[in-house]
C-alpha cells in the first residue's frame, strides 16, 4: 500500500472498520466447505497428544469439531482472509463447517462414499495434499540459514540504486485552499506550523506533514512527479491535484536509497530462494521419469513435419 493512502478519509463516525474484510470473508467462505477432511486429517498431524488444548468446538450429530479443524481450515483460505483476526471469523467459519458435516452426513447415508465421483476427486485431493507435504518438507530441509545469505548477497548485487527523497506534504479539498497555503508559505509561513493547523491528512497532520523517506513508485504518479521535480528545500508554487485532493509539497532531502537489511530483505528472499528451489525440483523430477503427452481426442502428437527439400539448381 503507498504512503499517500494514508491521505485517504477515516471511515465514517461509528460505522465498523472491519466490515469490508467481513464482506470478503463471506464471498470466499464457501471455499472451506471442500477442505473440512484435510483439515482434520492436517490438524491431527499438527498437534499429536495435544487434546487438553485443542477443545471441542461444536458437535454436529454426535460428531466432534476441534479447534484445531477450523483453525487448519482458515489456513486454506486466501492470504487476505487469513490476515483477519481469527476470533473476528471464527462464527462465519465454524458455522460454514457445521453446514459442511451435515452435508457430508447426508451424503454417507446415501453410500456417496463409494460413489466412483467421489473416490476420483478424493484421489485428486489426495494428491494435491501430498504435493504440498512434499514440496514444503523439501523446501524445510533444503533452505537453510547459508543458503538464505548467499542468495541475500546474490540479491542485493542483483538491485539497481534507487533515488528515495524526504517530503513533507499539505493535503487540502480545494484549489483554492492549496493556493492560500502557498501565499503563506511564500510570506514566510512556517510548512509544518501550517501542515498542523490546515492539512487533512490525519496520517502526517500531527508531524507537520512529513512523509519520511520513498521512492517514486512508492506514490501515486501525479504526486510523485511533483516531488521527484523539487530541489532540497523547495516547495510546489501550484496545487498538485491527486485522487485524495490538492497537495502543497516540500522537499527535504534526498539521497540514494540504503539496500535493505537480511532482516527487512529476508521474505523477499526466501520467495525467491523458495522458488528457485522448486524450478530445480520440478526439473529433477521430469528427468527422471518417463512423460507421455497426448492430443485433446487422446491421439499421439503427429511427428513434426519434415524440412522442404533445397531446391535443384
Known amino acids: 500500500m503507498c504512503k499517500m493512502c494514508a491521505a485517504a478519509p477515516e471511515p465514517a463516525p461509528g460505522r465498523m472498520q472491519g466490515t469490508p474484510s467481513i464482506m470478503i470473508v463471506r464471498s470466499l467462505f464457501a471455499l472451506a466447505a471442500t477442505l473440512l477432511v484435510a483439515a482434520s486429517a492436517m490438524a491431527q498431524a499438527a498437534a499429536p497428544g495435544a487434546a487438553q488444548q485443542d477443545p471441542v468446538v461444536a458437535r454436529v450429530n454426535g460428531t466432534e469439531l476441534h479447534r484445531s479443524e477450523v483453525l487448519a481450515a482458515r489456513q486454506m483460505l ?21 453446514t459442511n458435516m451435515l452435508a457430508a452426513q447426508a451424503g454417507r447415508k446415501q453410500k456417496l462414499a463409494d460413489d466412483p465421483e467421489v473416490k476420483k476427486r478424493v484421489q485428486w485431493a489426495q494428491d494435491q495434499i501430498i504435493e504440498e507435504v512434499y514440496l514444503s518438507r523439501y523446501m ?10 548467499t542468495r541475500y548477497d546474490q540479491f542485493l548485487k542483483d538491485q539497481k540504486p534507487q533515488d528515495q527523497v524526504n517530503a513533507k506534504h499539505i493535503l487540502v479539498k ?11 508559505l511564500k510570506k514566510g509561513g512556517d510548512f509544518a506550523v501550517i501542515a ?13 506533514g512529513d512523509l519520511g523517506w520513498f521512492t517514486k513508485d512508492e506514490m501515486v504518479p501525479e504526486f510523485a512527479e511533483a516531488t521527484f521535480k523539487l530541489q532540497k528545500g523547495q516547495y510546489t ?16 532531502d534526498r539521497r540514494t536509497a540504503p539496500p535493505p537489511t537480511m532482516e527487512e530483505a529476508r521474505p523477499q528472499v526466501v520467495s525467491l ?30 511427428a513434426a513435419p519434415a524440412a522442404p527439400a533445397a531446391p535443384k539448381p
Do not use: C, M, W
Open 78 to 98: 486466501p492470504a487476505q482472509v487469513q490476515q483477519i483476526p481469527f476470533e473476528q471469523v471464527y462464527p462465519q467459519l465454524l458455522d460454514t463447517l457445521v
Open 140 to 149: 524445510r530441509a533444503a533452505i537453510t540459514d547459508d543458503k538464505v545469505k
Open 174 to 184: 480545494t484549489e483554492d485552499e492549496a493556493k492560500a497555503v502557498i501565499a503563506d
Open 196 to 208: 498542523k493547523d490546515k492539512s487533512n491528512d490525519p496520517g502526517t497532520k500531527a508531524t507537520g
Open 237 to 252: 508554487e501550484a496545487p498538485i491535484k491527486t485522487q485524495f485532493g490538492y497537495h502543497v509539497i516540500l522537499l527535504v
Open 273 to 302: 530462494l523458495q522458488r528457485e528451489l522448486i524450478d530445480q525440483k520440478v526439473k529433477e523430477l521430469r528427468t527422471g521419469a518417463k512423460i507421455e503427452t497426448f492430443n485433446l481426442d487422446g491421439s499421439k502428437p503427429s
